[in-house]
C-alpha cells in the first residue's frame, strides 16, 4: 500500500477513531490487569508515604474534622496491611456477588438452558429490537444495584454471537450501560434513598425544614433512562463493533429446537413462574418475611440484602429442572460436574480479585480518596462559575473524582455537605444537586480501574480473545462514557433551562 493511500485511509477513519487507535495501542502497552493492580497499589503505598511526609490533610465538610494521609510504608501501616490481607480478600463485596451469581449463570449455561432460552426468545425477535432491548433491560438492570454488571455482560456476549456479532462489542455494551447508566432507570432503585439521606444531610446544613425523599429526581432519572438507550445502541453499531470487526473465534452453530428441548425450556419457565410466586408472597404483604420487620419497607430489607441468592436460585433452579429433562443432568455427579465447571473458569478472576481488593483497601486505609474528593470540591467553589456552568463544571469535577472514589455513597457522603448547601444559598434546590451528582457518578463508570467489575468484564472478555489487551477493552468502553456525558449533559441543560420538575414536588429552585 502506498504512502499516500496510508494517509487517505487514516484521514477517513475521522479524529475519533485515531483518538481511540492511540487509547489502544498505548492501553495495551499496560501490564496484565494482575500485575496492573500490583503497581497501582505499589503507587498508592508510595503516595501515602509521600503525602503524609508533606503533611497533606483536609478537612471533612461536615464534622470538621482534619483527614491526614495515612502513611502505609510506617510500622503500623505495615502491621496492617500483613494483618488485613486475608480479610481485605474474603470480605472483597464483589468477590462472593460474582462467584455466587456465576454458580447459578453457569449451570444454566454449561445445562444448555441460557442457550434454549436465547432461540426461543432473544433470536426470535427482530434483530432492530433486541440491541435497544438489551441496553434497556441493562440500565434497569440497576434495581438491582451492582449484580447486573455481573450477571448481564457474559449473555449478551452470547446473544452477539449466536447472532454472527462480535460478543465482545456486546459485552461492552451491556457492560457500559449497567455502569454507564448506573443512576437512570424507571425504577425507584436501592441506590435512591441512599443518595438522598446524604442530600438530606447537606440540606440541614440551611433548611433543617427540607425534607429530601428516594423520589426527588425520579423524572429526570426516568427520561434518562430512555434517552441513553439510542446512545448506547448507535456506539455499539457505528463504533465499537466496527473497531473491533469481523469475529473469527468459535462459534456455535445455532441449531432448531427439539421437541425435548422445548420440553424442558417451558418447564424451567415454569419453575420460575412458582419461585416468582413464591418471592412475592415474601415482598408484597406488609407483614412479608422479607420486609424489613420494622418499618415494613422493602428498599432497606432484607429482601434487598438477598438479590445476590434470589438471582443463582432464579438461574439454578430451572437451569436443573432444564438439564434433568434433555439428559444434560443424569444424576447428583452431574449436578456437581456442572457446578465445578461452572467455577473452574473464575481462577483469572479469583486472582484478580486478590490484588484489587489490597489495592483498593489501601486506597481508604490511606486516606487518599477523601482528600482528593474535598480537594476537588474546593476547587470548584475557587473557580467560582454560577448558574449552568456551575452544574456543569461540578459534573465534570465529580466525575474525575469517581474514577479514584467509585463508591456512589462514599462520594456523595463527602461532596453533598459541600455543594448542597453552597448551591442552596444561591437559590437552587437540593434536587437539582443531586441531579447533577447522579449523572458524574455514572458516567465515568465504566472506565475507572477502581471499579471492581471493569476487571470482572475484562475477564469475561478474554473468554473470547485471549490476547485482549486493557487498550483494546478500555477503547471499546470508552466511547459511552463519552457519549453519555454529552446526552446526560444536553438533557439536564434543557432540564435547567425550562425549569422542568425533577421529581414529585422538587424543581431546580428553592
Do not use: C
Amino acid at each position: 500500500m502506498s504512502q499516500e493511500s496510508s494517509n487517505q485511509n487514516v484521514h477517513k477513519r475521522g479524529i475519533f477513531n485515531r483518538f481511540l487507535d492511540i487509547i489502544e495501542k498505548y492501553g495495551n502497552k499496560l501490564p496484565d490487569p494482575v500485575m496492573l493492580f500490583v503497581i497501582i497499589a505499589v503507587i498508592v503505598l508510595l503516595s501515602s508515604a509521600l503525602f503524609s511526609f508533606l503533611g497533606t490533610s483536609a478537612i471533612h465538610p461536615v464534622t470538621d474534622e482534619t483527614i491526614k494521609v495515612v502513611n502505609l510504608l510506617s510500622a503500623d501501616g505495615i502491621i496492617q496491611i500483613l494483618t488485613g490481607l486475608v480479610d481485605n480478600f474474603t470480605s472483597f463485596p464483589p468477590l462472593g456477588l460474582v462467584l455466587v451469581v456465576m454458580l447459578g449463570v453457569g449451570v444454566a449455561e454449561s445445562t444448555g438452558f441460557i442457550s434454549t432460552v436465547m432461540k426461543t426468545t432473544i433470536l426470535s425477535a427482530p434483530k432492530k429490537i433486541i440491541l435497544p432491548t438489551i441496553v434497556l433491560v441493562a440500565i434497569l438492570g440497576n434495581a438491582a444495584a451492582d449484580a447486573a454488571m455481573v450477571v448481564l455482560p457474559p449473555i449478551v456476549a452470547m446473544i452477539f454471537i449466536a447472532l454472527g456479532r462480535h460478543p465482545i462489542a456486546g459485552l461492552a455494551a451491556a457492560y457500559a450501560s449497567v455502569a454507564g447508566g448506573f443512576s437512570a432507570n424507571l425504577l425507584i432503585s436501592v441506590l435512591d434513598p441512599l443518595v438522598a439521606g446524604f442530600t438530606q444531610t447537606g440540606a440541614d446544613i440551611i433548611d433543617p425544614n427540607y425534607v429530601a425523599n428516594p423520589a426527588m429526581n425520579y423524572y429526570f432519572l426516568a427520561v434518562s433512562a430512555l434517552v441513553l438507550i439510542p446512545v448506547a445502541v448507535l456506539i455499539t453499531t457505528k463504533i465499537v463493533e466496527p473497531r473491533l470487526g469481523k469475529y473469527t473465534g468459535k462459534r456455535e452453530k445455532q441449531e432448531s429446537i427439539t421437541p425435548l428441548e422445548k420440553r424442558g425450556f417451558w418447564w424451567a419457565v415454569a419453575s420460575i413462574g412458582v419461585l416468582l410466586v413464591i418471592l412475592l408472597i415474601t415482598i408484597l404483604p406488609e407483614n412479608g418475611m422479607l420486609r424489613d420487620p420494622e418499618t415494613g419497607s422493602i428498599t432497606d430489607s432484607p429482601f434487598m440484602d438477598s438479590i445476590v441468592p434470589i438471582m443463582m436460585i432464579l438461574f439454578l433452579v430451572p437451569a436443573l429442572i432444564y438439564g434433568k429433562i434433555t439428559g444434560s443432568i443424569k444424576n447428583t455427579k452431574d449436578i456437581a460436574d456442572h457446578l465445578t465447571k461452572s467455577m473452574s473458569s473464575m481462577g483469572v478472576y479469583i486472582v484478580i480479585a486478590f490484588v484489587a481488593a489490597q489495592m483498593i483497601a489501601f486506597f481508604s486505609w490511606s486516606n487518599l480518596g477523601p482528600i482528593v474528593a474535598i480537594k476537588g470540591a474546593n476547587l470548584l467553589q475557587t473557580i467560582g462559575f454560577t448558574g449552568l456552568p456551575m452544574f456543569i463544571g461540578f459534573i465534570i469535577i465529580a466525575a474525575l473524582v469517581n474514577l479514584m472514589v467509585a463508591s456512589a455513597s462514599a462520594k456523595w457522603a463527602i461532596l453533598a455537605p459541600v455543594f448542597v448547601p453552597m448551591f442552596m444559598l444561591l437559590g437552587y434546590s437540593p434536587a437539582v444537586t443531586q441531579a447533577a451528582y447522579r449523572i458524574a457518578d455514572s458516567i465515568t463508570n465504566p472506565i475507572t480501574p477502581m471499579l471492581a467489575y471493569f476487571a470482572i468484564a475484562l475477564t469475561f472478555a478474554k473468554k473470547y480473545d485471549k490476547k485482549i489487551g486493557i487498550g483494546t477493552f478500555m477503547s471499546s468502553l470508552l466511547p459511552y462514557t463519552i457519549g453519555f456525558a454529552i446526552m446526560w449533559i444536553i438533557l439536564f441543560t434543557v432540564w435547567f433551562v425550562f425549569k422542568i420538575p425533577l421529581g414529585p414536588g422538587n424543581g431546580i429552585f428553592m
